[in-house]
């Protein structure tokens, strides 16, 4: 059987960082609020191999066994083949990826398609959360320290979300991806790699072992603006978003200092110079992707002004869609 699947990956506006257990039980009302992007990644799986085998980002190798692929670059595809094991060697040929360390989580939405793929293989259609869990716990897994599921639930269900963490369970609950987003939320990448979870990882150590530190207090601040954020999507209301997402940034900046870089300062100053009502880097930062939000009618004057910075602007927006399977 060969199947190919096909997941977006997401920006997110705010909350990231309390997604890691035991964080959102620290802080009440922690949630975290993201949006799907049509950047997307696409695999194909193909079982009947002779050796498990990995084409990806120009490379292409063969393993005579999960083990060894667990021991390879493409880690992460062995922990999830390892839970979701086919009946035979499979072949996952990765055909398009979204910006490699942008804060997209470009690298989740591939990961989730793989644990996709691979219960399809088996013959099995296990709910989204199951997978999520699975894809987490394979990311710490390789990782070496906890991770987060705010990154896979956009590759899965599509849309707006705000994702809740609520005692024995996650609640994702889809929010008002209204016209008037599309048009005022754009993409702009500094050129620089961000630190991933690692950044993530120094603020959950920070605010578990100085509960007066300023790590914990900016972390009880964002947790608290999750809720009027959720609000100002399903108002529809742009500017309201804009804004939170600028109130966000501020704080997410003061967890550590590795979350700011001149290049993501350089790109906020410009778009709020241009008009746009709120900017953030994305992800863990320290670099990759920032959001921009602004008034549709002000996108024009906001992308001429980082132009002439030394990122690029990226061509992807919200969608409503999630992960597609189909066999090829």
């Known amino acids: 059987m060969r199947v190919k699947v096909t997941a977006p990956c997401r920006a997110d506006l705010a909350g990231g960082t309390l997604d890691i257990w035991p964080l959102p039980h620290l802080f009440p009302g922690s949630a975290t609020i993201n949006v799907a992007l049509d950047a997307l990644a696409e695999i194909e799986m193909e079982d009947g191999r002779p050796r498990w085998e990995v084409a990806a980002a120009g490379h292409d190798r063969a393993f005579d066994t999960l083990d060894a692929l667990v021991s390879s670059p493409w880690a992460l595809f062995g922990e999830i083949l390892q839970a979701l094991p086919p009946p035979s060697p499979v072949r996952i040929t990765v055909r398009r990826q979204p910006p490699s360390q942008s804060g997209l989580g470009g690298s989740s939405a591939v990961a989730a398609a793989v644990a996709r793929g691979a219960a399809r293989l088996r013959g099995e259609d296990p709910p989204p959360d199951a997978l999520i869990a699975l894809c987490r716990d394979a990311e710490a897994a390789v990782m070496g320290y906890p991770t987060g599921v705010q990154d896979f639930y956009p590759p899965f269900y599509g849309g707006a979300n705000c994702i809740r963490y609520l005692r024995g369970r996650t609640d994702r609950s889809p929010l008002n991806l209204f016209p008037e987003l599309a048009g005022g939320m754009v993409l ?37 603006l999750t809720g009027r954020l959720e609000a100002a999507f399903e108002a529809g209301d742009l500017e309201r978003i804009g804004r939170l997402v600028m109130e966000e ?22 778009a709020l110079a241009a008009g746009a009502w709120g900017a953030k880097g994305c992800g863990a930062a320290g670099g990759g992707v920032v959001v921009v939000v602004t008034a549709p009618d002000r996108r024009t004057a906001v992308e001429n002004a980082l132009l002439p910075l030394p ?14 399977i189909e066999p090829c």
């Not at 940034?249 to 410009?270: G, K, M, N, T, Y």
């Not at 990122?311 to 597609?324: D, K, S, V, Y």
């Open 188 to 224: 702009y990448h500094t050129g620089v790699p961000h630190h991933s979870g690692a950044n993530n990882w120094q603020v959950v150590q920070r605010a578990i072992g100085d509960k007066g530190s300023e790590t914990h207090r900016c972390l009880g601040l964002i947790a608290g």
């Open 249 to 270: 940034w501020r704080h997410r900046v003061r967890l550590h200092p590795s979350f700011a870089h001149p290049r993501i300062d350089q790109a906020v100053e410009a």
């Open 311 to 324: 990122g690029r602007l990226l061509e992807a927006h919200p969608t409503t869609e999630g992960m597609r």
